[in-house]
């Protein structure tokens, strides 16, 4: 399996942004896929997930402002971020695995990565 997302660049606050991303080599089932964020120096702390099952999860921080979904195309993810400030500019990195249940927040939990799109926020 490959992950590869696209759709990071330079935003002002306040504005918003469009992540992408595909697993291939795998198109039987869904995978559990996520996004992830890293910023320099700091651990890579999961920012929303959906498991094989369809489970959604989010974390707190970005609730009401970013939106996880599935594509129509099997394992295809999308972030949809809002009103971004710039404590949301890092590298933001798709992940997948066969199931991630109760640990969808665990970086260990998930085999495939890919490398990571970069996001700006700055006016």
């Known amino acids: 399996v490959q992950v590869v997302e696209s759709g990071g660049g330079l935003v002002q606050p306040g504005g918003s942004l469009r992540l992408s991303c595909a697993a291939s080599?795998?198109?039987?089932?869904?995978?559990?896929m996520a996004w992830f964020r890293q910023a320099p120096g700091k651990e890579r702390e999961v920012v929303a997930a959906?498991?094989?099952?369809?489970?959604?999860s989010v974390v707190d921080s970005v609730k009401g402002r970013f939106t996880v979904s599935r594509g129509d195309a099997t394992n295809t993810l999308f972030l949809q971020m809002s009103n971004l400030n710039p404590d949301d500019a890092d590298m933001y990195y798709c992940?997948?695995?066969?199931?991630?249940?109760?640990?969808?927040?665990?970086?260990?939990?998930?085999?495939?990565w890919g490398q990571g799109t970069q996001v700006t926020v700055s006016s």
């Open positions: 959906i498991d094989s099952d369809g489970t959604l």
């Open positions: 080599g795998w198109t039987a089932s869904w995978l559990c």
């Open positions: 992940a997948a695995t066969w199931a991630c249940g109760q640990g969808w927040r665990a970086s260990k939990v998930y085999m495939y």
